[in-house]
């Protein structure tokens, strides 16, 4: 009897598990739509709005649902679109991610720890002068125009707030992770780490040389003290946001950056997030968004949200992927998004990057040294960071030309080094401004 009656009590609290089980999704509605109803008949719970006027978005939570139970609800009055909140992955931290970080690559400028001034702030020599900015030819390209304008909105795991390259530049940004005012990456991390990384900041430059690889697209460059006591306690994505930054403001250094919290330290967002942060980052003013994130399946309410930020004039940038792939990777291959693909220093296409459907320019994308947490730099592989190559170029040509479209803007980004391989021009910044400067 006593067996009977636990088997019993297990199974009441399976069902009552199952029962409770939800699973999020995104709806989408116009103002004819009656939310309250929906929420009733479907039993939903509201999580988060978002949107206005004619265009309202959703985060609903709903025991699962079948494949007839979403199309009904896609075929009801006022509703634009229904789908799952799908977890997206930045594009080194996917699973699929064909990029791999190799010591044996890296050349002594990486190494390089003499400091100059770029722009008022004290940076490493091997930030602003390496193999990546010679390729892109940025100080020649300085001689042509000065160092950028407008705001470009970064949506990613985050900004170290008070690096010191960066600090002058970057504006109040979201967390959209915890639903607050700020984006700083420290956020994710335990206190007793956020602690090992803020004693690099008051550390000398010069002692900055140890290679340490975090994951298969990084290579931090950090003291040895932090080497040592770090052993591998780093989610892996972490710094992902500053090393985008870093690169946005190496080619546009007085351009704004409007950093955008959408992804956790681990690589992940939830879809509704970016969702957000995209339409926020139009809303806020931002000339220019740049996203390093990839995925294979097309979303609807992301394309609708893409559309949303290009009608209000924002040029879009992503990454074409890692994968090695020619099929279609999301937004890079969305028509109104300029998908950005990773060459070698070579002029090769990089073996990891995505081309042909995803990528409709390219950047350098290999070793390249970069901003890292708590004054620190890294040396970065992956179309993560050649897309805000791309991305600071265009705060350049937007100085030149603040009325360009994002097809004007491919047609000044094919004035570049011809690669083809499936992925047109290489970036050369003296190149596209002189064919920007000639369209003015």
Same mark, same amino acid.
């Given at each position: 009897m006593l067996k009977r009656t636990c088997i019993a009590a297990l199974l009441a609290v399976c069902s009552s598990a199952a029962a409770f089980a939800q699973t999020a999704y995104i709806l989408e509605l116009n103002t004819s739509a009656n939310v309250n109803a929906l929420a009733s008949e479907y039993q939903f719970t509201i999580l988060k709005t978002w949107g206005s006027g004619s265009d309202l978005g959703y985060k609903v939570s709903a025991p699962p649902l079948s494949a007839a139970q979403i199309a009904s609800i896609k075929a009801q009055p006022g509703v634009l679109d229904f789908e799952v909140d799908a977890t997206v992955d930045n594009t080194e931290s996917n699973p699929t991610s064909?990029?791999?970080? @190799?010591?044996? @690559? &890296?050349?002594?400028?990486?190494?390089?720890?003499?400091?100059?001034?770029?722009?008022?702030?004290s940076v490493r020599n091997g930030y602003v002068n390496q193999p990546a900015t010679q390729l892109i030819e940025l100080s020649a390209a300085r001689l042509l125009t000065s160092a950028g304008s407008g705001t470009v909105a970064i949506i990613d795991?985050?900004?170290? +707030?008070?690096?010191?390259?960066?600090?002058?530049?970057?504006?109040?940004g979201y967390d959209f992770t915890r639903d607050q005012p700020g984006a700083s990456e420290f956020n994710d991390l335990s206190q007793s780490t956020v602690a090992i990384l803020d004693q690099s900041t008051v550390a000398i430059l010069d002692y900055k040389n140890w290679p340490v690889v975090?994951?298969?697209?990084?290579?931090?460059? &950090?003291?040895?003290s932090t080497v040592a006591i770090l052993d591998g306690s780093l989610p892996k994505s972490f710094g992902h946001g500053t090393m985008v930054a870093g690169l946005v403001h190496l080619v546009a250094p007085t351009a704004r950056i409007l950093p955008l919290k959408a992804f956790h330290a681990d690589g992940t967002a939830n879809l509704s997030d970016i969702i957000r942060a995209i339409r926020y980052a139009a809303d806020s003013g931002a000339n220019i968004l740049t996203m390093?994130?990839?995925?294979?399946?097309?979303?609807?309410?992301?394309?609708?949200?893409?559309?949303?930020?290009?009608?209000?004039?924002?040029?879009?940038?992503?990454?074409?992927?890692?994968?090695?792939?020619?099929?279609?990777?999301?937004?890079?291959? +969305?028509?109104?998004?300029?998908?950005?693909?990773?060459?070698?220093?070579?002029?090769?296409?990089?073996?990891?990057s995505n081309y042909d459907n995803s990528a409709v320019t390219a950047a350098p994308g290999e070793a390249i040294v970069t901003t890292y947490p708590g004054n620190n730099y890294a040396a970065v592989w992956g179309t993560s960071f050649s897309a805000p190559l791309v991305a600071g170029a265009i705060a350049l040509y937007e100085q030149v030309n603040p009325r360009l479209k994002v097809d004007e803007m491919e047609d000044l980004l094919s004035a570049g080094v011809a690669i083809h391989q499936g992925m047109g021009t290489r970036l050369d910044l003296v190149k596209t401004l002189t064919f920007c400067m000639q369209k003015h």
């Open positions: 064909q990029a791999a970080a @190799a010591l044996q @690559a &890296l050349g002594p400028y990486a190494f390089d720890s003499s400091t100059i001034n770029y722009y008022g702030a795991t985050g900004v170290d +707030l008070t690096h010191p390259a960066l600090a002058s530049v970057l504006i109040p975090l994951n298969q697209s990084t290579v931090a460059i &950090l003291d040895q390093s994130f990839s995925f294979s399946t097309l979303s609807p309410d992301l394309q609708a949200a893409i559309q949303y930020a290009t009608g209000k004039g924002v040029i879009c940038v992503a990454s074409a992927g890692n994968n090695g792939s020619e099929r279609p990777y999301y937004p890079a291959a +969305l028509e109104q998004v300029i998908g950005v693909g990773s060459t070698n220093f070579s002029d090769q296409r990089s073996m990891f």
